[in-house]
């Protein structure tokens, strides 16, 4: 099993829609969840950290659910420039030494 | 957001070339970190660097691989003797004492 696992995708909608992504992870003695965005050929860029009771930022919500080791990501309104690879990644340690990045979900909003 | 730089954008090399990848983190980052993604694949990990030793490395991070903070700012990384299959864009990133990594624009290597 792979160690971060991501919707296959892609996904496409059109502008206004509200998409969602999972994520799950196998190892449970990790400590720390981020969703990064990647748009293509460039460098992956953090969207936000992800917090066990769930945060919100602006038109977007990510949630931790440890017990299943699941992540998520909800876009609301989505944007054509919201149109990116978005990156599941998990700290496996304390240090924030060792990032594992899952193989992304690729997103498309179509006007 | 904290810029992290890196040079060359792009290199091509003969295969069992040796190249150096350059990066320059902002001057307060602690944390120093390679990645590399494979065109169309996921960014993988390669090495993390601290306190001007490596902290952890990945199985792709073989003798074939080194890196080193030369003169306290610019961040490199080595690879010995190119082969094809290390084709791929290398990712540095840097973060201070905090989660947060910072990712420079990336080396995108041809291996010819």
């Known amino acids: 099993r792979k160690e971060v696992e991501q919707d296959p995708g892609p996904f496409n909608v059109p502008e206004g829609a509200t998409v969602a992504f999972n994520c799950t992870y196998s190892n449970s003695a990790s400590q720390s969840f981020f969703w990064y965005r990647q748009d293509c050929r460039k460098e992956p860029k953090l969207l936000m950290s992800?917090?066990?009771s769930g945060n919100e930022d602006g038109r977007f919500t990510a949630q931790l659910n440890r017990a299943s080791q699941y992540i998520s990501l909800l876009i609301r309104d989505s944007k054509l420039s919201d149109s990116a690879t978005y990156l599941c990644v998990v700290n496996r340690d304390n240090y924030g030494q060792n990032f594992v990045f899952g193989p992304g979900t690729r997103l498309s909003v179509l006007p | 957001e904290p810029e992290v730089t890196q040079t060359p954008s792009h290199q091509v090399t003969q295969m069992g070339q040796e190249v150096i990848l350059r990066c320059v983190p902002i001057?307060?980052?602690?944390?120093f970190y390679w990645y590399r993604q494979i065109l169309g694949q996921k960014v993988e990990f390669l090495v993390s660097f601290y306190n001007n030793e490596i902290s952890e490395k990945s199985e792709i991070f073989d003798d074939q691989f080194s890196v080193e903070r030369p003169d306290g700012s610019n961040f490199t990384l080595k690879i010995r003797s190119t082969k094809l299959e290390d084709s791929a864009m290398y990712f540095c990133?840097?973060?201070?004492?905090?989660?947060?990594?910072?990712f420079g624009p990336g080396t995108r290597l041809l291996v010819l």
């Open positions: 992800v917090y066990s």
């Open positions: 990133a840097a973060k201070l004492a905090g989660e947060t990594q910072y």
């Open positions: 001057s307060n980052h602690l944390y």
